[in-house]
Nanobody
């Protein structure tokens, strides 16, 4: 069973930066891809970014490309999301997730989720 614990959310002014972290624990080889999703009030959960755990191949939603950077530290079993040039539209609860399917952007393909961390962006 995979467990994920996020941290790093908070309040930031528009144009500012935050770095989210997600510690991943569980059976080795029980997941291939880790990802960040977010959910704003009244909206569906949406894909933000993913990275394959072994190969390090990453993918981003168009809305965050060139502003957000995903990375992972395999030794520390930690996933990161560096968020720069934050906009009010980025305000949401951010979740990390782990799944077996390689490179999927669908939340349905992720079986393990963290509890979420709130990101608030003031304009």
């Amino acid at each position: 069973q995979v467990q994920l614990v996020e941290s790093g959310g908070g309040l930031v002014q528009a144009g500012g930066s935050l770095r989210l972290s997600c510690v991943v624990s569980g059976r080795p080889f029980s997941f291939n891809t880790v990802a960040w999703f977010r959910q704003a009030p009244g909206k569906e959960r949406e894909f933000v970014s993913l990275i394959t755990w072994i190969g390090g191949t990453s993918h981003y939603a168009d809305s965050v490309k060139d502003r957000f950077t995903i990375s992972r530290d395999n030794a520390k079993k930690t996933l990161y999301l560096q968020m720069n040039s934050l906009e009010p539209e980025d305000m949401a609860v951010y979740y990390c997730a782990a799944g077996l399917r390689v490179g999927s952007t669908s939340a349905n393909d992720y079986g393990a989720w963290g509890q979420g961390t709130q990101v608030t962006v003031s304009s």
